[in-house]
């Protein structure tokens, strides 16, 4: 029945556009390297957007909007920050029929406007920490695009605060680093590698980029988040200063951080299968698909559908609002209905037929395992919370250890390189290489510095250079 979906083990990019496309994500738009977000893509990414929101909003952040074009001169003023998004920028020359005295940029990122903006905002030491974030669309130029993980234009959060001190900004960027990481494992089952960036992998302008990189079933690395502090650098450029305490006249200090529909990417490559998606419950915009099934149509009126409404209210009781769908097309076989479900990746299925309204049972079928459940109906809300919570934490427990078993140490480049090439995966190594070392690893192997692990502070001896004392990072292929 998934003949519509190319086998991941036959072709990886072609089955991850055809999950996609089977689950009714995303379309492909008129302009080269945009994306159409389909109804059913779009309530995937308000659940994930209503997650991170709220986390946003328990750490004392507010939502704002900044304008989507920004003069061009702007771009300008941090050197580093436009050398590394001048190729990727779309600029507008022209407007109201005439040629404008000054292009815009459509933003790829917000820093700029930002700063701009809070330069006007900042006075004193009582007008820090501002706290931002904003939901928005930015747009980005890609020359070799792929749905939802690099396309022109997607859909992203970008937060931007202002602090009075280093340290303040600092242990900001981390917290932002930290709920990030948070949310993608409780709610996307994402087991991600929380660390920081190489000089060769920072944001353009930032003093340091930290990362949560995740491991795709292909075994190649994709970046979830970021986290970016800084320092001083567009205060400067956009003269954000503030008078402290003691009266003296300072720069603050700033950082930036986001998530965008890339996630979306990650859910589909860390968790579906060759039948279609697989969401994990607390991301899932419908967690359960409730079908009477029957012939007689005179017990779906009588009986069944008033049973199903009953019960659909009783589960939503236990598991949340708008989260059962209850499927009331009759004229498909049962097993189409199955399977419509199943593509989108519904993580849980109840059939009520003619043989559980004589049983008062229901039958649960996850969408992960195929697993058949058959429960007591008066029992049904407290279980099928419970079966959902299981499939949560084998989700997150199948994906953490298929990236632990897929992770190796080595410690030369021809080990390097025959672990790349036979098994693929994440390889970890002490590098204290530069930004010229990294770029040669690359040219070599297609491999990446994907972060420094912030967990593990050992020190050894470099693999690539043989200098003592060095960082353990993690490399490896990646989107």
């Not at 030491?125 to 928005?136: A, E, G, V």
């Not at 929380?194 to 340091?208: H, L, T, V, Y």
């Not at 079908?291 to 236990?318: G, W």
């Not at 420094?452 to 250079?465: A, K, M, R, V």
Request: charged residues 25%; negative net charge.
């Amino acid at each position: 029945m998934a003949k519509n979906i190319t086998p991941r083990s036959r072709d990886f990019s072609q089955w991850y556009l055809d999950v996609i496309r089977a689950a009714e994500l995303a379309d492909y738009a008129p302009v080269r390297g945009c994306m159409v977000i389909r109804p059913t893509g779009y309530a995937l990414w308000e659940s994930i957007q209503r997650h991170f929101d709220e986390a946003f909003k328990e750490t004392g952040h507010v939502n704002a909007y900044f304008p989507l074009l920004i003069p061009n001169s702007f771009l300008e003023k941090e050197a580093q920050h436009v050398e590394g998004f001048a190729p990727e920028c779309a600029v507008v020359t022209h407007a109201g029929g005439e040629e404008l005295e000054e292009p815009f940029v459509v933003r790829p990122t917000s820093e700029t406007v930002i700063g701009h903006m809070y330069s006007k905002w900042v006075q004193s030491w009582r007008d820090l920490p501002i706290l931002i974030n904003q939901w928005c669309n930015v747009m980005r130029w890609e020359k070799r695009p792929r749905l939802f993980l690099r396309t022109s234009e997607f859909l992203w959060q970008e937060g931007h605060t202002a602090h009075a001190t280093r340290e303040e900004a600092m242990e900001e960027t981390l917290r932002m680093l930290d709920v990030y990481q948070r949310i993608m494992k409780e709610v996307l089952a994402l087991p991600v590698v929380p660390g920081e960036k190489s000089e060769g992998e920072r944001f353009p302008g930032a003093d340091n980029t930290f990362t949560c990189e995740a491991m795709m079933s292909d075994k190649k690395a994709l970046q979830a988040g970021t986290s970016h502090f800084l320092g001083q650098n567009f205060a400067k450029a956009f003269d954000i200063k503030f008078q402290d305490r003691d009266g003296e006249v300072r720069y603050a200090w700033t950082t930036s951080w986001g998530v965008s529909t890339r996630l979306i990417g990650a859910l589909i490559m860390t968790h579906s299968d060759d039948d279609g998606l697989i969401l994990p419950p607390k991301v899932a915009p419908v967690k359960l698909a409730l079908l009477p099934i029957s012939t007689d149509q005179d017990l779906i009126s009588s009986t069944l559908e008033p049973k199903a409404a009953e019960l659909k209210a009783a589960i939503e009781a236990a598991i949340g609002r708008r989260t059962v769908e209850l499927d009331t097309r009759y004229h498909l076989r049962p097993s189409d209905r199955f399977f419509h479900h199943l593509q989108r990746g519904v993580p849980l299925r109840a059939e009520l037929g003619e043989r559980e309204l004589a049983n008062q049972t229901l039958r649960l079928v996850r969408r992960d395992t195929g697993e058949r459940i058959d429960v007591p109906m008066g029992e049904a809300p407290q279980r099928v919370l419970e079966v959902l919570e299981d499939v949560q934490r084998s989700l997150y427990e199948r994906a953490l250890n298929f990236r632990l078993s897929n992770t190796f140490q080595v410690s030369s480049m021809e080990e390097f390189k025959e672990v790349l090439e036979s098994r693929g995966g994440f390889i970890t190594a002490f590098f204290g290489g530069t930004k010229e070392d990294e770029r040669a690893i690359k040219e070599a192997t297609g491999a990446t510095v994907r972060c420094f692990p912030l967990e593990d502070d050992s020190l050894g001896t470099c693999f690539y250079t043989g200098r003592q004392g060095c960082k353990r990072a993690v490399f490896a292929k990646a989107y």
